[in-house]
């Protein structure tokens, strides 16, 4: 639901009644994933998508009778091996979907709208509501900020509350979204409940250091992907809103000072493309220590050979260097600016979804990996031809 939080927030600003279909949990092959959402309002208009187009039709049936009964229902979705055509995943997956109407009336309409405001302005919030226990429960909603503090519940037991603000808050920290299964008196006892928990975090950060034309051109493809793009270079000649118009921020100073005192987190990735040993090594020294996703540096494979022994003498540990995985990007063959930018890229998705980078064709891996995490200092970090 909070992956479409903007235009609903539209929806709810205007007074309209809508239900929201959200994916709940994923099993096998499946194009979207928890967390991803269509939503229906009473005119019968449609946002978002909860599986590329395989089931759309029958979610939004559902998603019509749920403001017409006011019903929160859990459906499932799968390939049916005795009719190719039926309602279901011709991928083969099965993907469990939660309909929730929110109509005017309805309890959880205040909390989800809190949820919904704070998502679209990019603030840190998550929402957790029941997928399946007792149908007095179903409907509601819990949200939970980053202090801990939360708005809303389930009516049951106030330790109930209690115990899924402060699960929903370990999700939030991690920027997770998934289930998670308690007793309905917010203990291991009790009747079980399913609770579906939506993360929204601030968008991830890209840095690009060095004012480049490559860089341009890996500023679009970030925007592309969602990330907030931020561009530093220490020559203010070259780091101006002219040459980089698709950048969310632009910042003229020291590489390496800004990396210091800028805020980055376990989803952060780091593209060094300055291809100057005063600019890299103590930019990459940093980085290198630092508990980001990904870091790339541009260079030839010479400038990387040398560029690796200037990082030794200024103390950095083999240990460190086996982070860096050089040449930067996928062997696409790139030459362009926008073909380099896209051999970073995907090396960068790939990095961050857990894939080997090779062609699918003839391979016997899954096509969806689970999400892997990117907050460890031993996340995989990269460096460019």
């Given at each position: 639901m909070l992956d479409i939080a903007e235009e609903l927030h539209r929806w709810?600003?205007?007074?309209?009644?809508?239900?929201?279909?959200?994916?709940?949990?994923?099993?096998?092959?499946?194009?979207?994933?928890?967390?991803?959402?269509?939503?229906?309002?009473?005119?019968?208009?449609?946002?978002?998508?909860?599986?590329?187009?395989?089931?759309?039709?029958?979610?939004?049936?559902?998603?019509?009778?749920?403001?017409?009964?006011g019903e929160t229902v859990l459906e499932r979705f799968g390939y049916s091996d005795e009719d190719a055509f039926a309602v279901g995943l011709t991928c083969g997956g099965i993907i469990d979907i939660l309909v929730t109407p929110v109509r005017v009336q309805d309890p959880a309409r205040p909390v989800v709208t809190a949820a919904l405001a704070a998502a679209s302005a990019g603030e840190a919030a998550a929402v957790a509501r029941i997928v399946s226990g007792p149908s007095g429960l179903m409907g509601r909603a819990l949200l939970v900020r980053p202090d801990g503090t939360y708005d809303g519940g389930f009516g049951a037991h106030p330790e109930l509350d209690r115990t899924v603000a402060a699960e929903a808050g370990a999700f939030l920290d991690a920027g997770r979204t998934g289930t998670l299964e308690i007793g309905e008196q917010g203990s291991r006892c009790g009747a079980p409940l399913t609770l579906l928990v939506e993360s929204s975090v601030?968008?991830?950060?890209?840095?690009?250091?060095?004012?480049?034309?490559?860089?341009?051109?890996?500023?679009?493809?970030?925007?592309?992907?969602?990330?907030h793009v931020t561009v530093c270079d220490a020559r203010p000649v070259f780091a101006t809103e002219a040459r980089f118009p698709d950048?969310?921020?632009?910042?003229?100073?020291?590489?390496?000072?800004?990396?210091?005192?800028?805020?980055?987190?376990?989803?952060?990735?780091?593209?060094?493309?300055?291809?100057?040993?005063?600019?890299?090594?103590?930019?990459?020294?940093?980085?290198?220590?630092?508990?980001?996703?990904?870091?790339?540096?541009?260079?030839?494979?010479?400038?990387?050979?040398?560029?690796?022994?200037?990082?030794?003498?200024?103390?950095?540990?083999?240990?460190?260097?086996?982070?860096?995985?050089?040449?930067?990007?996928?062997?696409?063959?790139?030459?362009?600016?926008?073909?380099?930018?896209?051999?970073?890229?995907?090396?960068?998705?790939?990095?961050?979804?857990?894939?080997?980078?090779?062609?699918?064709?003839?391979?016997h891996t899954p096509i969806h990996h689970e999400a892997t995490s990117t907050s460890s200092p031993a996340g995989r970090i990269g460096s460019v031809a």
């Open positions: 709810v600003e205007q007074g309209r009644e809508f239900a929201v279909a959200t994916v709940v949990a994923v099993d096998g092959s499946a194009p979207r994933q928890p967390g991803a959402a269509l939503a229906v309002d009473a005119d019968g208009a449609a946002i978002g998508s909860v599986s590329g187009g395989c089931v759309e039709g029958a979610v939004y049936e559902l998603c019509q009778q749920a403001l017409e009964d601030p968008q991830p950060r890209m840095i690009v250091f060095g004012a480049v034309d490559f860089a341009s051109a890996l500023v679009r493809i970030g925007k592309f992907l969602n990330y950048a969310d921020e632009i910042v003229v100073e020291w590489p390496h000072k800004y990396l210091e005192r800028t805020e980055i987190d376990g989803r952060t990735v780091l593209c060094v493309l300055t291809h100057d040993a005063k600019f890299d090594v103590p930019l990459i020294r940093l980085a290198l220590r630092l508990p980001v996703a990904y870091v790339g540096a541009m260079g030839s494979r010479r400038t990387h050979l040398d560029r690796n022994e200037r990082l030794r003498e200024v103390g950095v540990t083999e240990l460190e260097l086996a982070r860096l995985r050089s040449p930067i990007g996928l062997d696409l063959g790139a030459r362009t600016p926008e073909e380099t930018a896209l051999s970073i890229a995907s090396e960068i998705v790939a990095n961050r979804r857990g894939g080997s980078g090779g062609s699918l064709t003839g391979a």
